[in-house]
């Protein structure tokens, strides 16, 4: 009955998932553009993407969030003309607009926090302004069908019909694959339905299970998927998961988030973090006299306690862990 009610399912995210879809179009007039050029270029968009990457796991948002900020983002690109200064606010608002609809509203990032870590330099007021034009040239209320959707429905068949899927089939990998994928722009011409399923059936490929293959086909048959369609998107989603793994490639999940600042800022911070100077322990053994001496030298000269000043040994085993905590919590302040 379960597998029954998930068949059905599918079939209605299949036939309502063309509503969600970028405009082939305007996918390609992106992909036509130089990077010289006033418009939005391939280039342009994919690096906003791994942006968007980075930020939801600074945030620590789901992979929810980010699939859908970036179908919300495609349509828009799709759509609308617009100038790469304007791309930020616009990427910075189709995030916000998915974790207001993915996320609980305790784990939600204030708006000028998005901003700030952003290093966007528009207002509250432009982000809020931006969130309105996009929801009313896309119409979105509160959903979208993408590969996620389709990647779940898989997932969960898979399970039920084969005692053996939570072996062969990693969800928290097949995720990371379609995160991948969706950092290039050629990706987001695929029907969601047709990418859930090529990534699947590479990941069952790799197993060697013929018991979940034949699952794969069933699926493919019951959403009338044609094999050259499919096998096109499967080909594509090994190249794009190859050069992925190659060292050359940079992870956006791992990158740093890198930070601009001015010169006096970057002498404040390194002022901050340097170590108090601590006086000689001689080799020979600890003299209660020195030791006298030396406590009475650190007061007067006014330094700083290790408690109160952190240098970058306080991350090491000797220090107690509320130590530790409280530098974390000091580098992120700063």
């Not at 699952?215 to 594509?236: G, M, T």
Request: proline share 3%.
């Amino acid at each position: 009955m379960d597998a029954l009610r998930l068949m059905k399912e599918l079939r209605v995210n299949y036939e309502q998932e063309v509503h969600y879809l970028p405009k082939e179009a305007g996918l390609s007039l992106i992909e036509s553009t130089s990077q010289d050029d006033s418009r939005i270029s391939a280039k342009c968009r994919d690096a906003k993407v791994e942006d968007l990457w980075s930020l939801t796991s600074f945030f620590g948002y789901s992979t929810q969030t980010f699939v859908l900020a970036v179908n919300l983002l495609d349509r828009f690109l799709a759509m609308m003309r617009i100038q790469p200064k304007h791309l930020s606010c616009v990427s910075l608002s189709c995030l916000h607009m998915a974790a207001k609809v993915t996320e609980e509203e305790c784990n939600l990032t204030p708006t000028v926090e998005l901003i700030r870590i952003g290093q966007c330099r528009f207002t509250v007021s432009d982000l809020c302004r931006m969130e309105k034009i996009v929801s009313e040239k896309l119409n979105f209320k509160s959903k979208a069908i993408t590969a996620l959707t389709f990647l779940y429905l898989y997932h969960q068949i898979a399970l039920s019909h084969s005692t053996e899927g939570k072996q062969v089939l990693n969800l928290e990998k097949l995720e990371a694959q379609l995160k991948a994928c969706l950092c290039r722009i050629s990706f987001s011409k695929a029907k969601p339905s047709v990418l859930a399923l090529a990534l699947l059936r590479q990941e069952i490929e790799a197993a060697q299970s013929e018991d979940m293959l034949e699952i794969v086909f069933n699926i493919q048959r019951h959403l009338k998927i044609a094999d050259s369609e499919l096998l096109l998107w499967s080909e594509r989603v090994a190249q794009c998961l190859s050069d992925y793994a190659s060292p050359e490639c940079s992870k956006p999940n791992h990158r740093k988030l890198l930070w601009i600042v001015s010169r006096r800022t970057a002498q404040n911070l390194h002022s901050y973090r340097s170590v108090p100077e601590l006086p000689t322990i001689p080799e020979g053994g600890w003299d209660e006299s020195e030791s006298e001496d030396s406590c009475e030298d650190m007061s007067s000269s006014g330094e700083e306690s290790l408690s109160s000043s952190l240098g970058s040994d306080a991350e090491g085993q000797f220090f107690p862990l509320h130590y530790r905590r409280q530098k974390q919590r000091k580098d992120l302040c700063a």
